[in-house]
């Protein structure tokens, strides 16, 4: 199984062009990132083409309703996957099943796998929260972003063994950010004081894997997502950030393909 590496936008400076031109020299299979708008969508396009990336689009969305129109407006650009922030947690779940129940039918219709986000603010912010529509909805997929879960139950997540499990099963894609108890992104992956979180991730990262191996999945997708400022730790006063945020993805992105590499999956 091939693991694919892309590159998400997100904190990257410059114009389309200096973007995509980039990732393509770093020798990124392809990028993540929201779809562009309408008069934007051809310069997209082309570079995609130019640059010979695919592209996994992201969707953000509280309403059945905007969920269809963004995802039939992601379909034109014939992404490998569609990365969904879905729901809110606020949502009683009655309201929230409603959602899934139309996401399923969205999905089916246009045939593009959808991951929906453990992500805060949302409806999978918690492992609980998640496992809940997993078991309700058993078509139902992830994208794995377990920063914020270790944020939102500021811990290591011990006693979230079992839920962790069935995220495992079901995850289709990996954002790849290390997070700690406290917040959702440490300062550089590689830092020694956070081996701990690295390894962590590394564990459930190389199970989630392990798993589509397992099912013959011909290649796997990660996008190291550690965000600009915000995310990114910045130095009081100054707001200089603390690291390089291109360096750091690219850390985190090498540091799991070595490790891919000596897996045995």
Request: charged share 25%; with cysteine; glycine share 6%.
């Amino acid at each position: 199984m091939e693991l694919k590496q892309f590159k998400a936008l997100w904190g990257l400076e410059g114009t389309y062009a200096e973007q995509f031109a980039r990732i393509g020299e770093a020798g990124y299979d392809g990028l993540e990132a929201p779809a562009p708008s309408e008069d934007r969508a051809e310069e997209f396009s082309s570079l995609l083409e130019k640059y010979r990336l695919e592209y996994i689009v992201q969707v953000f969305a509280a309403t059945e309703a905007d969920f269809r129109e963004q995802v039939s407006y992601a379909a034109r650009f014939k992404p490998l996957k569609i990365v969904a922030h879905s729901a809110r947690d606020s949502m009683p779940e009655a309201e929230q099943d409603r959602f899934f129940a139309a996401a399923l039918e969205t999905e089916a219709r246009y045939g593009i796998p959808i991951g929906h986000e453990s992500h805060r603010q949302r409806a999978m912010f918690t492992p609980w929260t998640t496992a809940r529509l997993l078991k309700r909805f058993p078509e139902l997929r992830i994208t794995a972003d377990f920063s914020h879960w270790m944020n939102v139950c500021e811990s290591h997540l011990e006693d979230q063994k079992e839920n962790l499990a069935i995220a495992v099963e079901r995850a289709i894609h990996i954002h790849g950010r290390i997070g700690y108890p406290e917040g959702p992104q440490v300062p550089h992956p590689g830092a020694p004081e956070y081996r701990t979180e690295l390894e962590l991730f590394l564990g459930w990262w190389k199970d989630i894997l392990a798993r589509q191996a397992s099912e013959g999945a011909a290649f796997a997708t990660f996008t190291s997502e550690f965000g600009p400022p915000g995310y990114l730790h910045t130095l009081p006063y100054t707001q200089s950030p603390v690291a390089d945020l291109w360096e750091v993805n690219r850390w985190m992105s090498d540091h799991v393909q070595e490790r891919f590499a000596g897996w045995k999956l």
